[in-house]
Nanobody, 116 residues
């Protein structure tokens, strides 16, 4: 069973950037569609972005309306990692960010705080 570990969160000022990493063990990220979710305090967990498995090279990439044009999801097969590059961060992006693949368990997540 694939296990995913999130990293790369931190404190950043509005307008800043962060790159989150979702690294897999027990399996290859190539074989899975990987989604990034986030959960802000007092709110439900929401999907932010999703990328198809590598076998679907032209498969769809999805972004939530709130992040489209600012966030970019990508995969690095050599690192067995899926990234979420977040630009022009806003205070409303503050949340714990998680990645998930079919059949995997939720991980610990990584905290992103956008504040001046």
């Amino acid at each position: 069973q694939v296990q995913l570990v999130e990293s790369g969160g931190g404190l950043v000022q509005p307008g800043g950037s962060l790159r989150l990493s979702c690294t897999a063990s027990g399996g290859s990220t190539d074989n899975y569609a990987i989604a990034w979710f986030r959960q802000a305090p007092g709110k439900e967990r929401e999907e932010v972005s999703c990328i198809s498995s590598a076998s679907r090279r032209d498969g769809p990439i999805h972004y939530a309306d709130s992040v489209r044009g600012r966030f970019t999801i990508s995969r690095d097969n050599t690192e067995n990692t899926v990234y979420l590059l977040m630009n022009n961060l806003k205070s409303e992006d503050t949340a714990v960010y998680y990645c998930l693949a079919p059949g995997a368990n939720w991980g610990q997540g990584t905290q992103v705080t956008v504040s001046s």
